[in-house]
């Protein structure tokens, strides 16, 4: 049976320091090893895995930073009026209107971080036309 990997160990050290429990890791390692060895270099390559995978489950994902940019394109779809009976937006519409007129041609999803921007101050043109139809009735 193997001994815990390098990058393991140093894995193993990131993920505790990230999840805020340096201070257990002895409890931690204790929990998962065979032998009952409060050390991790004392951990099998399977137990070290395991561990990993715990503590890999306990740290925060992290939010898409084009989600507010997303946020922002389907909230002026949503004032325009291009929803469902269910008053949420009709995403198929606003693909469409992605895909035809934006410019990159793709469904908002397949927009990378770097092109958003630009179709946000497209949606942003599209909305002010919208309300200035709007303001003259």
Same mark, same amino acid.
């Given at each position: 049976m193997q001994k815990i990997l390098p990058w393991q160990n140093k894995r193993l050290h990131q993920l505790l320091t990230e999840t805020g429990l340096a201070e257990e890791k002895k409890a931690l390692v204790l929990q998962y090893s065979s032998i009952d060895s409060e050390s991790s270099k004392d951990l099998l390559v399977n137990e070290a895995n395991s561990l990993i +995978?715990?503590?890999e489950n306990m740290v925060p994902k992290k939010a898409d930073p084009g989600d507010v940019q997303? +946020? +922002?394109i389907i909230s002026f779809a949503h004032k325009m009026g291009w929803k469902l009976e269910n008053d949420r937006v009709d995403m198929a519409r606003l693909d469409n209107w992605c895909k035809h007129y934006g410019r990159y041609h793709k469904k908002l999803n397949d927009h990378t971080l770097q092109e958003l921007?630009?179709?946000?101050?497209q949606i942003e043109e599209v909305y002010d036309t919208f309300m200035k139809g709007v303001r003259k009735w």
């Open positions: +995978k715990h503590l997303r +946020k +922002k921007p630009y179709l946000v101050t």
